[in-house]
């Protein structure tokens, strides 16, 4: 089974609700996390899901985090990854043990595309990765 096929048949936590901390100050980023659609344009879509769910210091983990890196949708991943407490699986390049802190400021009132930017390296990493 495919990434898509699970965004589809499961649509990751769509189901569920975002974190009541979960504010942002970039509105785009915020539709985005909303919507679903983004996850069918992902690098991993076509790729077995089962690398995104090993174990964390797996080959098959580091392969997948490779993936992540390189993709044009990282930040947004990584979004929803904190905005729905995501518990298992690499997204947007981060392990379940990376994120938890991500969780935690938010939690505690940070805006979620503040932390996802300083996590991903900051704007400067954002516009190089957009070109």
Known sequence: MTRQLVADGVYQRQYGNQLAEAVYTDPTLSRQVM?????????????????????????????????CFACPLQRVCLASAIAYAEEFGVWGGLTPSEREPLMIAVASGLPVDVVVDRALGGREARRARAS
Do not use: M, Y
């Open 35 to 67: 919507g679903s659609l983004w996850k069918l344009d992902g690098a991993c879509t076509d790729r077995n899901e089962a690398d995104w769910f090993d174990a964390e210091r797996s080959l098959a983990t580091r392969r997948a985090r490779a993936v």
